[in-house]
């Protein structure tokens, strides 16, 4: 089982590439990566970082990996520089992706109803495109909403459902991740999904108050790997969300500041141990 991650490397700040791999990798399967640029620190909560735009090497890269005859099972893409590179995204998957291979898109974009510096309304129409292109995309509440075109002040929790419908517009398995809900008095976070039967779905871990960064990070990895593994979709985010939700109870406790990523590594042995009986079991 061969997995494609193709997103940027933030030296510091644990998200991208830096949780992609290791996430992936001890999934037990193997990742190549593809760099789309690379940061000092991310874009969220750090000022003055570095930004080298790879989009120059991409091409290259992949030309290289054709002569070698390197095809993949799954191809994940995240965080992407610029609109040229979204174009790119669509060749590599033409010409890398075996055929019945899974094209999984997480279209980084924003967070908190906004979108992250260098993004606008061009480069979320250019995404739907690509989002298009996929199997399976994974957006937080706040990219689902640009995709669609809802304000994300309208996005409650009785309108989820008729995002994730809309959303299946662009994409036969779209999901949504952090949708708060609320239920006798106490609120979850909530990943709305399609299953393997096509069926909308909804996974609700505890809710922790706080802003994470790298969260969407954790959980699309710990999805890829899981289903690289050949789990079935409910059992891989059950498992994703309740990895990404320890990272997050962890680094609560932890107390480092928010921009500085999720403690995912003290979470690694649990997640795999969860893995491994899916694997067993299934
Ligand atoms: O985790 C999303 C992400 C990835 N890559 C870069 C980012 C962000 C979010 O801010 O800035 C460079």
Redesign the pocket.
Known sequence: MRVLAI??I?CVGK??LTVALPIISASGVTCDILPT?I?ST???GFKGYTFRDLSEDIPAITEHWKSLSLRYDIIIS??LGSIHQIEMVKNIKKELLKEGGLMIVDP?MGDNGIL?SHFDQKFVEEMKGLCRTADIIVPNLTEACFLTDTPYSKATEQSYPAILEKLKALCPRPSITGCDVTANGKTESCVFYTNDAGKIQSYATEKIEGAF??A??VYASALVGCLARGVKTDTAVRIAAEFTTNSIRQTALDKTEARYGLNSESQMFAYLSALDKACKEE
Do not use: R, V, W
Request: with cysteine; hydrophobic share 15%.
């Open positions: 997103n940027d933030s998200c991208s640029a940061l991310h874009t969220g995240g965080y980084a992250y960064h790298g969407g990070d």
